[in-house]
């Protein structure tokens, strides 16, 4: 039971650059999502999805898209990587009614 | 979600019980008072939630004032194992499945041998 799995580790990109990363799970949650955190910072939500087939924003979306590709998996996806965007990523997953989160993590992301 | 206050930082001994407040003061009566910690290169780590009777766990207590306008996470006996950021959240159950976690920037605790 691995729980949830980030990849990858660590990645540079070059700005204007795209990635993908990927976040699975192995808990049969309904709900994931896409925070990210800046240094020093709490963590800000990028978007979530609460099943299979629905995505929604959460307070940071811009510049960000996302795959709830089926139950297990959800990427995200940077289009044209900016520096701003030099963050760790964490991804979670939780069963629905407002219960636990459970994190990976995460990615660590520069953009140069 | 309604806005929590916790203190940047504080410091405790190996081996002794730690108490971390945290204030809600508009908390509403929907609102569940989740825990959570980040240890260093980690990512966040759920503790403990209640909503209005105190709660115990294998890694904590959380002591819910009356009024439900601030809250206490207990870890009863530090290790330096305990040292992270700790994070007081509010998460609002009245629509199932679309609650989310609004972190805050959290009470950083040290640990001392």
């Known amino acids: 039971n691995a729980g949830v799995t980030q990849t990858p580790k660590f990645q540079v990109l070059k700005t204007g650059q795209s990635m993908t990363l990927q976040c699975a799970q192995d808990?049969?949650?309904?709900?994931m999502y896409w925070y990210r955190q800046d240094p020093g910072m709490g963590l800000r939500l990028i978007y979530y999805?609460?099943?299979?087939?629905?995505?929604d924003k959460g307070e940071v979306p811009n510049g960000y898209n996302v795959s709830r590709l089926n139950k297990r998996e959800f990427s995200l996806r940077l289009e044209s990587a900016a520096p701003s965007q030099t963050s760790v990523y964490f991804c979670a997953s939780g069963r629905d009614r407002g219960r636990e989160q459970y994190f990976g993590p995460g990615t660590r992301l520069t953009v140069t | 979600d309604a806005k929590t206050t916790q203190p940047n930082s504080m410091e405790s001994n190996e081996e002794e019980p730690v108490h971390l407040p945290c204030n809600h003061s508009t908390i509403s009566g929907t609102d569940y008072i989740h825990w959570y910690r980040q240890l260093p290169s980690q990512g966040p780590e759920y503790v403990i939630h209640g909503l209005t009777s105190n709660v115990n766990n294998r890694m904590a207590s959380l002591a819910i004032a009356e009024d439900r306008k601030s809250s206490t996470l207990i870890l009863h006996r530090a290790t330096l194992r305990d040292a992270a950021v700790y994070y007081c959240i509010l998460r609002d159950v009245k629509y199932p499945g679309y609650s989310t976690l609004t972190f805050g920037k959290g009470t950083m605790l040290l640990v001392s041998p």
């Open positions: 808990m049969n949650h309904n709900s």
């Open positions: 999805s609460a099943s299979e087939g629905t995505t």
